[in-house]
């Protein structure tokens, strides 16, 4: 018996010199013919599955207290990058050579396993050896620390920034400090730094490390460089496109400093390897996403600015449409362009003009983006929204589709809409160019429509209807060949035949009377001059009348305003001599219309000024009358107190009249004419009504109460026959009986507001949603 424990004790220590892992060791001196004794041994007693077990736990057991904790050990905070360089060097090292003192031992349990029956993996892998890197894997990576990658993080940087500048220090002197290393150029550490850098990938890749260890820091870190590269090659440029030069950067700098890293130095992967070459393709796929996604976020957040420079930030639109196709960012841009035009523009600080021309570059912008315009129309709803309820925006539109000069970009539509329009009613919808709407776009409108709505029309919709821009148009219209004492009848004929070209014929007739009523006009003022009865009124004074066609022109401001009685003469003798020459037809005088050329003289002083016939009947009073209180005035020119209060103030900025006490004025004889000089230095604080540009037409508020007005009598025959009915009701009697003619539409929203100022003005009653005539 005793023998017999010798014997097996004599066996046991032969197994621990060939594996002295179970002693807590990894030296061994144990021979290929020593342990071919060892393993018959090992075999005779039938323990090779038990012996090959237990190594295995001495080795999972040896990993985990010494070898794992040694590697982590020097995973310690670094602030330095260059430390952090030297301590995940140091510790690669260290760990690639205690995975190489395991080597006698992993030949010879190779050797016991292929002995063993069960064909058992090991750790999920066939052979030893990649059982036991399985198992330093997962025992490294059971005992991670939670700051594990600042030091790989450090590594990574150092030795990027070597190979991102490796070319710009070729040309340097010795004086000059090294873009890679950051050591004078005569210290340069840049080759040390590449040597360690390929060295320890390549051990990390024989303990297939590489990717479980420093993968995620590594993507973490490329991804960093990609964002600042980006924001220092991209912000505030807009003129040049740098998606190619992005995806160039990409491909010669990251990804082949990422080749370096899986093939150990070299440039080019092995083309047999196809692990390694799956690798580095998957890591571009990431990489090269990450980079569309991280420019076209960087893009959107400056979209705004981009659009208001269109079209010489097209470059910027043209790589978000690129990328848009590679990204899923589209919600993200209407999302946020939305909320940018709503902050920046759709508030009360921003002028109209200025909301129209950053509307008109979006709709540039964003069909360039997506000619689809389903980004386009979901992201301007509120700006559709907001200018709808702006009581200038039809006069700032159409103001600038008839503006001269090349900064009028609505006039430059209306002028390129013309010329285009013939050339797109002879295309024809190619069928092999048919592209499906994107998915997010509203199944509702038709894509053709969408597509087919220019920037003039996308204006038009804003209100739905056409009728509001012509009459707006109208009373610019008027307004301007009131104001224009020379009026260029050619330039706004062009006008007219480009409007009716977009807006149709039969909407601009009522304006292409307007412009004959101008040129009539001249011919009948050149005959009534040379009427007899009427040259001789004309001694002391000259006069041209605009005879208008009063059905055809928009109403004008009622304003009232008493003439000198030698200007009424004139005016009625004028008119004889037109009864005279037109057979039935008379005049309607205006005499608050209109331009007066007068000539004044005080003292040494002597003034030609052009004056409106107000503030011209004012100044011809003082003649006859040197001092007057603003109750006479009021009294001889049938005008409100407060309006001569306000338009005095024109001839006391000229120094002409002066205020001698509260409302009481006096003429400024010639010797006064050099001490009220100082009431012009008050004119910058006076409103001087001649320098305004009031329109003398009616505003579209005022006609269209107006023209509500029509309705009344049908309202009140209704109520008076029906007693009371609700709101819908009337409206949708006054559809079938009351709008028959055009331009009496009345909406449900109008009609409240209407009957609202009747009910505030007791002239109806509401009462539980009914409305009633009050009783008497």
């Known amino acids: 018996m005793t023998t017999k424990c010798d014997e097996l004790k004599v066996y046991w220590n032969k197994i621990n010199y060939a594996f002295p892992i179970l002693t807590d060791s990894l030296f061994t001196d144990c021979t290929a013919a020593e342990y071919e004794e060892i393993q018959q041994i090992i075999i005779g007693l039938g323990i090779q599955i038990k012996i090959r077990d237990l190594v295995f736990v001495h080795v999972e057991k040896y990993l985990r207290q010494h070898v794992a904790p040694s590697f982590w050990a020097k995973f310690i905070k670094a602030e330095e990058e260059v430390k952090g360089f030297q301590l995940f060097k140091s510790a690669v090292n260290d760990l690639y050579e205690s995975a190489s003192n395991f080597l006698p031992i992993l030949s010879n349990l190779t050797i ?15 052979d030893v050896t990649s059982g036991f890197k399985q198992l330093l894997r997962a025992t490294l990576l059971s005992q991670l620390p939670l700051d594990f990658h600042v030091i790989i993080n450090h590594f990574y940087k150092v030795s990027f920034n070597v190979f991102d500048n490796e070319y710009e220090n070729s040309d340097m002197g010795e004086d000059v400090m090294c873009a890679g290393c950051w050591n004078e150029y005569s210290d340069c550490n840049c080759a040390y730094i590449v040597k360690v850098f390929h060295d320890t990938n390549r051990k990390l890749m024989e303990l297939q490390l590489l990717e479980r260890l420093t993968g995620q820091v590594l993507t973490n870190f490329i991804q960093m460089r990609i964002e600042s590269h980006i924001q220092k090659l991209c912000t505030g440029t807009f003129d040049v496109s740098h998606i190619g030069f992005l995806e ?6 990251v990804m082949s ?3 370096r890293i899986y093939c150990a130095g070299s440039s080019k992967p092995p083309s047999d390897d196809k692990n390694i070459l799956n690798a580095i393709s998957k890591f571009k796929q990431k990489l090269s996403y990450y980079l569309y996604h991280s420019y076209t976020k960087l893009r959107i957040d400056q979209l705004f600015n981009i659009i208001i420079e269109y079209p010489d930030s097209q470059p ?11 990204t ?4 993200t841009l209407c999302k946020k362009l939305q909320n940018a035009l709503e902050t920046r523009l759709l508030h009360p600080g921003v002028n109209t003009p200025d909301i129209l021309t950053a509307y008109i570059s979006t709709i540039r912008a964003l069909r360039h983006l997506e000619p689809s315009g389903v980004i386009l129309e979901a992201v301007t709803k509120p700006v559709r929204s907001y200018l709808r309820n702006r009581e200038d925006t039809v006069r700032s539109v159409v103001s600038s589709l008839t503006e001269d000069g090349a900064g009028s970009e609505l006039a430059e539509e209306l002028a390129k809409f013309a010329t285009e329009n013939d050339d797109e009613n002879e295309k024809e919808e190619a069928w092999d160019e048919w592209v499906p709407d994107p998915v997010d776009a509203d199944p509702k409108v038709n894509s053709n429509d969408r597509k087919a709505n220019d920037i003039i029309s996308m204006l038009v919709n804003v209100y739905g209807s056409k009728e509001l821009f ?8 008027a307004d301007r060949l ?27 007739h009522f304006c292409e009377v307007m412009l004959k009523d101008v040129s009539d006009s001249k011919r009948i003022n050149a005959l009534i001059q040379q009427d007899k009865n009427f040259e001789g009124l004309s001694d002391n004074f000259t006069s041209n009348a605009m005879i208008l066609s009063a059905q055809f022109w928009p109403p004008f401001k009622d304003e009232s305003l008493e003439l000198p009685e030698e200007i009424k003469q004139h005016f009625d003798a004028y008119t004889k001599a037109y009864e005279a020459l037109k ?17 004044i003289e005080i003292g040494d002083k002597k003034l030609d000024l052009t004056v409106s016939p107000f503030n011209a009947t004012l100044i011809m009073h003082f003649q006859n009358k040197p001092e007057w209180s603003l109750d006479e005035l009021h009294q001889i020119m049938k005008v409100p107190i407060t309006i001569l209060r306000r338009k005095i103030t024109y001839w006391q900025s000229l120094g002409i009249v002066a205020e001698k006490s509260s409302d009481f004025y006096v003429l400024v004889d010639g010797t006064d004419v050099n001490k009220s000089n100082v009431a012009v230095n008050q004119v910058q604080e006076m409103i001087c009504e001649d320098e305004e540009t009031e329109s003398v037409m009616a505003s579209a508020h005022d006609q269209r109460e107006d023209e509500l007005q029509v309705f009344w009598s049908y309202i009140v025959g209704m109520l008076t026959n029906l007693d009371s009915l609700s709101l819908e009701r009337i409206h949708q009697m006054l559809k079938m009986f009351a709008s028959q003619a055009p331009g009496t539409e009345c909406s449900l929203q109008e009609l409240r507001q209407f009957l609202d100022i009747k009910v505030r003005t007791h002239q109806l009653v509401l009462q539980a949603g009914m409305y009633k005539l009050p009783r008497s």
């Open 248 to 253: 160039s950067w990409l491909d010669t700098t």
């Open 328 to 331: 899923d960012l589209r919600p």
């Open 482 to 508: 009131l104001a224009q004492s020379v009026i260029n009848t050619e330039k706004e004929i062009r006008y007219l035949e480009l409007l009716k070209l977009r807006f149709g014929e039969s909407q601009l």
């Open 257 to 259: 400093w990422l080749t």
């Open 112 to 126: 016991l396993c292929n002995s063993c029956c069960d064909n058992k993996l090991i750790f999920g892998e066939r």
């Open 470 to 477: 012509v009459n707006e148009y109208r009373t610019l219209l």
């Open 583 to 599: 057979g039935n037809r008379t005049l309607s005088w205006k005499p608050h219309l209109g331009n007066v050329n007068i000539e």
């Open 316 to 326: 910027a639109v043209d790589d978000i449409k690129l990328c848009l196709d590679k």
